[in-house]
């Protein structure tokens, strides 16, 4: 009897494997939709976010399981990015000013005491003028692993808002805008 239970505990943690912890669907920021508002910049068109080559589709969190974004965290991120210009009546797909983004580092800490975001974003308009912003999210930690790659995963949302406010709010972004009118 006992060897069939330990036969049993032994294969169902061999089965089990780890989670993957997938980013919660973005949602707009009432404050960057102010934030996008006070600038008072004329619609844009987003071009595709890219990452650099040293970004993998996900980041491990602990020994608890992968942390990842759909479709992948520049896409997520440029999707946010559309949403909260969407929100504010400033993304006009067709419109001659466009800018693009290129996530160039991203990170995360799951410490047992505080936990955070960071990331690196660059913006470039269709004259490659471009502006570099670095943004961070810190949130409370947990001892437990599980528990804090969940809130990893819960506060990328979160994370994302404060890096695209971070990055309309940056005073370069408006001059980026203005003078992002054609090739």
């Known amino acids: 009897m006992d060897l069939r239970?330990?036969?049993?505990?032994?294969?169902a943690t061999a089965l089990s494997g780890c989670v993957t912890y997938t980013a919660i669907p973005y949602q707009s920021s009432a404050n960057t939709t102010a934030a996008i508002l006070q600038t008072g910049m004329p619609a844009i068109a987003v071009k595709p976010f890219?990452?650099?080559?040293?970004?993998?589709?996900?980041i491990m969190c602990r020994a608890a399981g992968p942390v990842k974004a759909s479709?992948?965290?520049a896409g997520y991120i440029e999707n946010a990015f559309i949403s909260e210009l969407r929100q504010a009546g400033a993304y006009?797909?067709?419109?001659p000013?466009?800018?693009?983004g290129k996530l160039d580092d991203i990170g995360f800490s799951s410490g047992m005491s505080d936990g955070g975001w960071a990331m690196t974003l660059t913006i470039t308009n269709a004259r490659q003028q471009s502006y570099t912003t670095q943004s961070r999210y810190v949130f409370e930690g947990s001892f437990f692993g599980e528990v804090a790659c969940q809130q990893v995963r819960d506060y990328f949302g979160p994370a994302v808002q404060r890096l695209v406010r971070?990055?309309?709010?940056?005073?370069?972004?408006?001059?980026?805008?203005?003078?992002?009118?054609?090739?």
């Open 5 to 11: 239970l330990a036969w049993s505990l032994m294969a």
């Open 50 to 58: 890219t990452a650099a080559s040293s970004i993998q589709a996900s």
């Open 71 to 73: 479709p992948d965290f």
């Open 92 to 95: 006009d797909p067709a419109s």
């Open 97 to 100: 000013l466009t800018v693009s």
């Open 166 to 183: 971070d990055v309309i709010l940056n005073p370069r972004f408006k001059e980026i805008v203005s003078s992002s009118r054609g090739n």
